[in-house]
């Protein structure tokens, strides 16, 4: 089940969001390797951001068990991003932030959770298309391996648009 953790629900998922932060140093740092983002962290083996703040919103595939499968963060880009503070060298042409324009980050899916292709991943792109929906959010923008575009593409179709 997806859940949607807010500011003002993030205590009850304690638990869940420490294994999503341990979670993201996992994918991050042990398997692709991403040095600067350790060279950062204050506690080995967990990774946190200054995105990761009151104003961060997660998805998180949760099992009955109370284990995180997958998740993402999405926050709004009206006063900062991780996209236009820290890699705006990437874009083409300007953005333009405003309360309907969120940034999603970190997106991961738990190494025992990458069997069932797809299952897990278009749960998740329906939770956020819900999310979106229901907060009036009318971009999303992104930083991306270039792996992901290809299944990023098959499952937005003609509204991904790199920048």
Not at 5 to 27: C, D, F, V
Not at 35 to 56: I, K
Not at 63 to 79: E, F, H, I, K, L
Not at 126 to 150: N, Y
């Amino acid at each position: 089940m997806i859940h949607l953790i807010t500011p003002g629900n993030a205590i009850l998922y304690k638990s869940q969001l420490e294994q999503m932060h341990r979670l993201r140093w996992r994918i991050y740092v042990e398997e692709r390797g991403w040095r600067e983002l350790r060279e950062m962290q204050q506690e080995p083996g967990v990774e946190r951001d200054e995105y990761d703040d009151d104003r961060a919103h997660y998805l998180l595939a949760i099992d009955s068990d109370g284990t995180v499968q997958g998740g993402m963060r999405v926050r709004p880009a009206d006063d900062r991003s991780l996209l236009l503070d820290r890699f705006s060298h990437l874009l083409d042409e300007p953005v333009e932030v405003g309360p309907q324009v969120w940034e999603l980050t970190r997106l991961l899916r738990a190494p025992l959770s990458r069997a069932g292709e797809g299952v897990l991943r278009y749960s998740m792109n329906c939770a956020l298309i819900e999310f979106c929906i229901s907060r009036g959010i009318k971009t999303l923008i992104a930083e991306s391996e270039t792996f992901l575009l290809p299944m990023t593409r098959k499952a937005w179709g003609p509204k991904v648009r790199p920048l």
